[in-house]
Structures are given as C-alpha cells and as structure tokens.
C-alpha cells in the first residue's frame, strides 16, 4: 500500500513516435551567444550541462523530475541543460534558443504529471531551461505579499511566510515539492482553497520573460496576458520569473485529522454522505478523502479503506460542534484531533510524519521516485452508492491504486467562471484524482495506463460532461496533443475546452497576440490561431 508520503514526494511511454532528425547542435555556438546576450557573467561550469559528461548531466536532469516514466532511457533526452542564476541570463536563454532555433522546455519543480517540462516527444534538438537556482522568497508582512522566484518550491515559500508571522499564510498545493513556478500557471489548490481560492486567485503581480527576451511585469504586459498565466497552464505564454503572491490570514491554532473507514465499516455510505457535506460545511473546513485498498477483517480479502483528511481553520471545540451539526456519521472525537500550528498542518497533510522539523521544507526533494500516471475528473451530481460499489470491484483490480476526493464549494463557487481561465467553480461538487502509481519499471506500464482507462470510462455517467472537465496541473496527453501539421486550434480545442471550458477562447486571443509564432509550444501548448498571410 502506498502512503501519502510516498505518494507526495515522491508504456509504451511515447504515443508518438516520430523520427527525430539528429541535428548536429554546436553547444559553443549557444553558450557564444549566451554570453552575448545576458547582462551577468556566466559561469559554465556550473550553470550549462550536456550528454558529453554523463554524470552531472544525468543528475541534473533527474534532479527535479518526478515521474520516473520520463526518466526512462526510451525518453527523449535535451541537447543540454542551462541553469541561470540571474534574470538576464533567462532572457539571454529565450534569445537564443529563439536565434539558433534550439526548442525550449522551462522547469521549475518538475511535477508535471507528463514531464512536460524536461521532456519533448515532439521536437529535437530541445534544451532546458531549469530555474532551481532562482529560488528567493521575499516576505512582506506588513503590506501581505511576497514576491517569490519560480525556482522556490511552495514548502519554501510556506516556510519563510511562518518565520515571520503566525498568522499569515498562502493557500497553494498539499504537496510540499511543487515548484511555484510551474504551480501557479494551473491554479494551485490546497487545503485553504473553500476559504481562500486558488493559489492563483491569489496572485497580485508577476514578472516575465516574453517572446522577445524582454522582461515584464503586469502594468507592461497588461491585463489579457496577466489574466493568462494565472491558471491558463506552463510554458504557453512566456517564462515565468516570479511571482507577486497576497498572503492570507491563518489562526494561531488549527486543527487537522484523518479518519479511516473501510468498506465494512459502512465505507461507501458514508462516502455518499460526504459527497452531500464537504462542498457545503463550514468554509473553514476542508476534508478530503484519500481512498486506496487494504486488508479487511475477513482474513486474505482485499477492501477499499478511505481516509478523511481534513484542516480546520480553527480550535478543535468549534471543529467539533460544526461535525456534530454538519456530518455526525464521522464519528469525530477529540483524540481524532490535532491541535497546531498552521505551518505544522502543512507538514501533517503532506504526509510528514508527527515532529518533523519544519525546516524539512527546505531542503529538496530525498523520497523514492515512482511511475505514475492520473487522471482527473469534476463532479456535480452525488454519485449513487450502488455506482461506488461498482467503482470499489474495479479499483481492486489495480496493484498500487489511489483516489483523492477533494471538495469544491465555499469561495470556489463564488469566484466567476472566467475570472481567470481555471473554470472549475460553481456547480462543482468535488475533483476526483484517480492515480495509479508502480515501482517496478516500465515492463508493466501498458498494463497500468489500461486500468486507467478503464476505470475513467467507467465514471463517464457520473461526471462532468460537455465538456468532461480536467485539472490543468493534472496534465493527461490522453485527452490529446497539438499536431503541429494540422490547424492546431481545431485539435486543441478537445482538450482545450476540458482544461478551460469557454476560457478556452480568450486564451488562444491571447497567445495569438502574444507569441503568434508560437515559440513557447509543446505537446499541449495553448497554440495561436494561424497567422493571416498577405
Ligand atoms: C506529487 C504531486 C503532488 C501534487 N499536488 C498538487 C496539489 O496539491 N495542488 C495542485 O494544484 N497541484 C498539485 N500537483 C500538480 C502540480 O501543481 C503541477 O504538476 C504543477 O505544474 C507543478 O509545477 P512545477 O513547477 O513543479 O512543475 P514543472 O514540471 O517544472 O512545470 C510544469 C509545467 O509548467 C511549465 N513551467 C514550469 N515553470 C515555468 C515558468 N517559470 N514559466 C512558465 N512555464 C513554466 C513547464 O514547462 C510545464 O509545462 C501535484 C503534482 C505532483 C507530482
Ligand atoms: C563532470 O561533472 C562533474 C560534476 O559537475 C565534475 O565534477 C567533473 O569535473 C565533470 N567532468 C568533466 C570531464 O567535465
Ligand atoms: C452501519 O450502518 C448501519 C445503519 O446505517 C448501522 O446499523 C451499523 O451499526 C453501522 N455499522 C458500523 C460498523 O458502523
Ligand atoms: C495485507 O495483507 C498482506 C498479505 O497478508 C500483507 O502482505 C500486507 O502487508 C498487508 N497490508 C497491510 C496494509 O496491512
Ligand atoms: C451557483 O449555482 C447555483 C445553481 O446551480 C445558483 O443557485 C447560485 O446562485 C450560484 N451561485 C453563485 C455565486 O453564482
Ligand atoms: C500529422 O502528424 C501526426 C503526428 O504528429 C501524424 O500522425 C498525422 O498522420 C499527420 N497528419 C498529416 C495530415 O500529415
């Protein structure tokens, strides 16, 4: 069984397989022009990687990178790797790769699900640009914002908001290692999220690299653009330097608990139930529900074990009596509660174990890799009880299976739909993410994709439809890729319109005006609507 750990920090793989042309790549020519080209010295040694020495390359490259399915040698891999420690030297990596026609990834924390960022399946030669060491956090109380470079990871930036206030705090992801970078151009959710929205509902200011090398912020690149790169997904519409974020108030005391139920404890009647009460409860109140097989009572039977995990902004008292009024069929106790710190919750829901330092948050990333792949899915209706036991059947049938229910509700309704383009707001009950997660290599990995895509074919009845909606941040080439040989806005607009919905529209507008060549791409890029010859 997989714990929540390992899970946070922790094929055929290629669905296309084109042949690459083997270009000869001069990294002299582009370490020339680099230095041309960025107001700061740079020191090469440390900053440029290539397949020429194999062991620092090989390290750099796996060093963020999450999903050993990407890691694997079938898997592309980038000409080299350019770590800039200095914002012209961003800009110098744009110019550059623009010039010498060198196709450019951008990676902040490396979570992306399809290894967006360190992996092209359709270009070569490809390079990245990895931002890990432009990593400063700069906290200010006193006016409730911080600005932070797109190399921290929201640990990081959790971190140095505790160290100066216990009552401030940032509502972004659950897990630890995310990149803010990469993080923040999906959306961002967490546990704060019914209070407070999204991470990117959040977000006050931004500075960027665009097309032209040219660094912006938001009074320059004005409103459309602004609005796009919070939540419109990575590497459409420029590189990301840092972000401005508001910081959010958080009480001294909060309580957190998680609470297991298997099947034969009434699992599935109490599951319909929560789907009835977490997007309604107290918007204090987050309660999400991880769902994986374990052993039942009854010796060698396998049943489904799920597990509330909730954070209340609050003392346990009034958490009790809002689960007393709200969802008596917990059975909450006071010894299920935990009372602490905002900070510790953070270490607590990300699966830390009792008494870890906080100063676990700053270092990288130490657990095991694993192979995964996920997909996800919006609800609007209750899922009938008769549907979850036909759900329970065809999740036992995977090795290392997971669901993660997350609820909606509370300020997530009230937040327009076109707000900014990460649409999933009123009417949405909850997320499911449906995970499957190995260890044994790729040998499998065809076996474990078809699992998947049984059991998200099962749940069509019960789902968002028209379009069935998806997590931008929960990349999923399933649902599709840009052909570069096609008008791309038709293809796209498949999995555009489940990413976007109707934001779908503005943001090909906006990429049309803004990169209408389109030299930030990749295989599900927003793409510009085609340039009008004559
Ligand atoms: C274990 C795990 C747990 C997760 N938990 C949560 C969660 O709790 N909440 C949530 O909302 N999401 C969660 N996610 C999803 C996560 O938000 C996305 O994968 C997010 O894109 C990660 O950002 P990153 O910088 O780490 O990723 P990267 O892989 O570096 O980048 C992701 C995408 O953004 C692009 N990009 C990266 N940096 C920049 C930049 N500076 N400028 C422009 N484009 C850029 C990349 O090219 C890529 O397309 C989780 C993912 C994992 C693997
Ligand atoms: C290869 O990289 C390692 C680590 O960065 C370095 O110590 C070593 O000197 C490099 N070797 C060569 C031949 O450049
Ligand atoms: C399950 O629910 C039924 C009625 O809803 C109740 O009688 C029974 O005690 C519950 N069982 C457990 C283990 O909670
Ligand atoms: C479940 O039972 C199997 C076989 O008896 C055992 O190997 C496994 O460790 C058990 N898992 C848990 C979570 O107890
Ligand atoms: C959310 O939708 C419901 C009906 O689906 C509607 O009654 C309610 O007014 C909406 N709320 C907001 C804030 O738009
Ligand atoms: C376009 O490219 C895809 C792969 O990228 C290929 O499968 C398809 O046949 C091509 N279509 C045309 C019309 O060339």
Redo the contacts with the bound molecule.
Sequence with gaps: MLSLMSLCLASFVLL?S?SLSNSALNPESFKQCLTLNSKASISFTTAFYTPSNASSFTSVLASTAQNLRYLVPSAPKPDFIFTPTDESQVQAAVICTKKQGIHLRVRSGGHDYEGLSYVSQIEKPFMILDLAKLRAVNVDIQHRMAWVQAGATIGEVYYRIAEKSAFHGFPAGLCTTLGIGGHITGGAYGSMMRKYGLGADNVLDARIVDVNGKILNRAAMGEDLFWAIRGGGGGSFGVILSWKIKLVPVPKTVTVFTVSRSLEQNGTKLLYRWQQVAPNIDENLFIRVLIQPGNSSVAGKRTVITSYNALFLGGADRLLLVMRRSFPELGLTRNDCLETSWIKSILYIAGYPNGTPPEVLLQGNSQPKVFFKSKSDFVREVVPEIALEGLWKRFLLEDGPLMIWNPYGGLMSRVPESSIPFPHRNGTLYKIQYLTVWIDGEKNTGKHLQWMKKIYSYMAPYVSLFPREAYVNYRDLDLGMN?W??TSFEVAWHWGSRYFKDNFRRLVLVKTKVDPENFFRHEQSIPPLPIRKG
């Design positions: 296309l084109v052909q040989n096609k």
